[in-house]
């Protein structure tokens, strides 16, 4: 009965959302306003039968219904209840409703919270997210139905992907759903404001808190992908430019870019256009990530289905959100003229240049993706783009983001002087390029990416720390007048400062991992010790452990320092019987400034077995900065200017049919 209830919710929630995507829209176009107010109903009606519904599947995998299809295709009763929790997203129908879920969630957030928009535009972009919401219920309903019954259940399921079967993956979809999905609300708020034909500064101040923390989410949502990756496939990377992972960082990208070109809007009322194209372009290759994970089209570990007809649906969700929206910009832009001027040296530019670096480097990782699938298309052959590619083409444009950032956040607005702007920053640069030549000169043959990397991780830092200071006219007035200063910045400008340096340190960890990483491949028996850089690694026992749903073959290895004991690791291979799949388990010795990285592998035919050892140094710092950028949005959504909209009290719209309506 619990079932029946959940489908009937899902299908209920599909016939709100149809009038949600209906009514509002001719309301604001009509100005009648209790057309208008039907979105506030509609929202929170199915914002709660989509919990129902996911409650109801949530039910279901916990007590193992196995009459029902989804779980006895995905869960197993002897299954963990923590994985039999995440089972319910573990696969493609469940993640499908969790991806509805969060839709509905960001559409009852924005009628929540927005209660400073004018009843217009709140209205449209109601309407708008009902559209999305109404195209993925489609979806669902009719090609991915997670409530399917089984005519005769089996006794048993078939269990969850034990890949999928570790705690990272309770969190990693989630962050990852709430970041793809919050970038809907971008892409409503730019076509509603292209059906409206207005955009100004009190627009941007509203798209931006709500774009912000869908790239919060998705930084964590990535990191946390990396960390999976990194600790659970024992391959010892931590990222593979897997087209599921690129999927992913492209909105990303799209959303920081969209970001930086909010702030232009709303403070100089400039490249409005160019905005609108970035909030729609973000959400588009949200589109793309699904389509690419669900369509079976590229091969990855991360795939959900194989299912071209499915594919081919939600292409088709693509093509007329993406060409709808980018139709409608043809006929509109032209009418969003810039109010604001300004010279090629002023933030303005400085922004529009970390805009096109961003947008262009994600073209670069789109193609990489994507070509493969063009060449089987067109020519028949097989073939890869993997990491050099990805490497040698994506790297320049982000070495040149970097070099730039500091030096476009101080510059003044409308037009600068880069002399003028560069003389609080010259002892930053230099003590970059120091730090730069000094690791140059103490490393023995080592890569030139890590002296250029940290010369550009202490230039980011160290830049913010500059700019903070520069704001608060450190040095031109006393010291206790510069903290009082500094305690009355805005906490955006705190916030852009953190996440600024957060990059820095991501920056850092990547070229101290890419350099001086270390690896051994060995075949060990026990008693067996083999050194690694400073440290010896002995094979103490290899031995048979059975778990609650696999049997593992786990080795017993002691770290050592100068012959003194310091750790225990234990690596491990598994096997799952009901999945009839093994895995690897790596087992990892942390420090702040490295970790030792070990992989058991088959015993071998003459005796012992194939053991791989890493030395990775500053590897954690990789997801210390993705933590620090991510704590840097979290403090820029507190300042109180993202949860009010000043802006608008100065611009109040005009709907059809009204008056002027202030924004709060």
């Not at 209920?12 to 209906?22: E, N, T």
């Not at 903290?483 to 910045?489: G, I, K, Q, Y």
């Not at 852009?496 to 075949?523: D, M, N, P, Q, Y």
């Not at 909209?645 to 109040?652: E, F, K, L, Q, T």
Request: aromatic share 12%; glycine share 8%; with cysteine.
């Amino acid at each position: 009965m619990i079932i029946e209830i959940g489908h009937f919710a899902l299908i209920v929630a599909f016939m709100v959302a149809i009038v949600q995507s209906v009514v509002p829209l001719i309301g604001a176009q009509k100005g009648w306003h209790g057309w208008m107010a039907v979105a506030r109903p509609t929202a929170n009606a199915q914002f709660f039968l989509l919990t129902l519904s996911f409650a109801a599947l949530t039910y279901a995998f916990v007590v193992s219904d196995f009459s029902v299809q989804l779980v006895a295709t995905n869960s197993n009763s002897a299954k963990p209840m923590l994985y039999k929790v995440t089972g319910v997203w573990g696969n493609h129908e469940g993640s499908m409703l969790l991806w509805v879920l969060i839709l509905a969630l960001f559409g009852a957030l924005v009628m929540w919270f927005g209660n400073n928009l004018p009843p217009g535009l709140k209205a449209r972009v109601m309407a708008v997210q009902a559209m999305i919401t109404v195209a993925f219920l489609a979806f669902l309903i009719f090609t991915s139905n997670p409530f399917e019954r089984l005519p005769f259940p089996p006794l048993d399921g078939q269990d969850l992907n034990p890949l999928l079967q570790d705690p990272g993956l309770a969190f990693h979809p989630p962050f990852l759903y709430l970041g793809y999905v919050g970038l809907s609300v971008s892409f409503s708020f730019a076509v509603a404001a292209l059906i409206e034909g207005r955009v100004d500064a009190a627009w941007a101040r509203w798209v931006r808190p709500w774009t912000l923390a869908a790239w919060v989410f998705l930084t964590l949502g990535i990191a946390l992908g990396s960390w999976w990756a990194y600790y659970e496939l024992g391959w010892g990377g931590w990222w593979f430019w897997d087209p599921v992972e690129n999927a992913s960082f492209m909105p990303w990208l799209f959303a920081a870019a969209l970001l930086h070109s909010a702030t232009v809007v709303e403070k100089r009322e400039s490249l409005k256009s160019w905005t609108i194209l970035l909030a729609i372009m973000a959400f588009s290759f949200s589109l793309i990530g699904t389509f690419i994970v669900r369509s079976g089209i590229l091969t990855s570990v991360h795939a959900f289905a194989l299912d071209p007809d499915r594919g081919m649906f939600i292409l088709g969700i693509f093509i007329l959100f993406t060409g709808g929206a980018l139709t409608l910009y043809a006929f509109r832009a032209p009418a969003l003229a810039s109010k604001g001027v300004f010279g090629i040296v002023s933030r303005e530019a400085g922004l529009l240049a970390n805009n096109i670096l961003l947008t262009v480097a994600c073209l670069v990782v789109f193609v990489g993706t994507m070509w493969p699938l063009v060449i089987e298309m067109t020519t028949g052959r097989r073939i890869s783009v993997g990491p050099p590619f990805f490497d040698m083409a994506f790297t320049p444009f982000m070495v040149a983001m970097a070099a730039i950032l500091p030096l476009a956040a101080v510059l003044p607005w409308k037009r600068g002087d880069v002399g003028r702007a560069m003389r609080p920053l010259w002892g930053a640069a230099a003590l970059s390029v120091a730090l730069g030549a000094l690791v140059w000169s103490l490393q023995t043959g080592g890569r030139m990416l890590a002296p250029i990397g940290i010369t550009l991780a202490a230039w980011l830092v160290l830049g913010a720390l500059v700019d903070l200071w520069s704001r608060a006219r450190g040095g031109e007035v006393p010291l206790a007048e510069t903290a009082r200063r500094l305690s009355n910045l805005p906490r955006a400008d705190y916030g852009k400062a953190v996440a600024h340096s957060g990059l820095g340190l991501l920056i850092f960890g990547i070229a101290a991992i890419t350099a001086w990483e270390v690896e051994k491949v060995r075949v060990m028996d026990r008693g067996d010790i083999e050194p690694l850089m400073h440290y010896e690694v002995r094979l103490d026992d290899v031995r048979e452990v059975e778990g609650p749903n696999y049997i593992s073959t786990m080795a017993f290895f002691t770290l050592l320092r100068d012959g003194n004991e310091i750790g225990t690791l234990t690596p491990e291979k598994r096997w799952y019987p009901v999945a009839r799949m093994n895995t690897t388990e790596a087992a990892m010795h942390h420090r702040l400034s490295r970790d030792i990285y070990l992989v058991v592998g088959d015993p071998q035919d003459l005796g012992g077995w194939a053991v791989r050892l890493y030395y990775k140094p500053f590897v954690n710092w990789i997801w210390i900065g993705a933590i620090v950028m991510s704590l840097g949005g979290v403090l820029s959504l507190t300042d109180r200017r993202f949860r009010v909209a000043p802006g608008a009290a100065r611009n109040p719209r005009r709907q059809p049919g009204e008056g002027a309506v202030p924004a709060e």
